[in-house]
């Protein structure tokens, strides 16, 4: 179970969603012996096809796994897996590896970590940036709470998933930088709507606005990503806005708990909240500028 990690290495993989299923196609181009579950087992069919092994519960994966890679939507998608019924954390192998790259909140990654230490297993909370793009591409970047040997040891499956990694701090510490890093992303994106808003109700193109951004000190990645699905209306999902929502919510409960003000992030979760509420289909988050629209 101590032996260096390589393509020998039996992986397993939970949670095959617009992230976890390209990533576990990049497991298994590199050749690593992968398993997987999923909790609607169809989304693994793909995966199956190209080689990899269908578990039949979290538990089962875990049993057969040296290095546990889970990547789920929420803090209750991770508890499920983790302690639900045949929960992965009941069969975690002593000596093995959890790498986490659900974004949830740092402290279930410090209590994770806890459950973890006790059964003699080395945890990572690595939340991931690039979006589905950067899994398909092999490009994520990962954000590493944790002990800083466990993390070279786990490189070798990283760099197959991703082309950087950050060591942040203790157990937890990917998960704040991760949502510290979500809230730019959804305030720069509520404020492009918002312009987008004034200008187009003052009776101007928006097409405008970007065009003269594009070409001024205001440049940012946002605003080359997703000023067009703001100009064109159309949200196809890359971030889902449930989970951009999700991340907001958990930036604001960890601000609460440490005691930081965060009156900006407050109004935009308003704004989020409300287009949530009212979408009807899974939207990418830049419907926010939905709000205008009614
Ligand atoms: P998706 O595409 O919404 O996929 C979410 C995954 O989480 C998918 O495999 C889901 O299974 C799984 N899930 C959700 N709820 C549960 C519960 N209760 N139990 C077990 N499994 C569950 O999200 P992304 O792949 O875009 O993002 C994943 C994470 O990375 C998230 O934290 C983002 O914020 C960043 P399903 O297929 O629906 O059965």
Redesign the pocket.
Known sequence: MNSAIGPQTKVGL???????KPMGMNLLKAGFRLTVW???AS?ADELVAAGAKLAASPRELAANSEFLLS????P??LE??LW?QNGAMQSLQRGSIYVD????SPTLARKVATACEERGVRFLDA??TGG?WGAKKGELVFMVGGDAATLTEAEPVLCVLGKKWFHLGPNGAGQTIKLAMNLILALEVDALAEALALVTAAGLQGEKLVEVMQSSMARSGVLDIKSQNLLKGEYTPS??L??MH??MRLALELAQQIHVELPATEAAFGTYSTVKEAAKEDLDYSAVMKFWKK
């Open positions: 939970i949670g095959l969603g617009l992230m976890g999923n909790r609607t989304r990547i789920v939507s929420d209750t998608a499920e897996v639900g790259s659900s974004t949830v939340p991931v589905d971030f889902p449930r989970l999700k991340d």
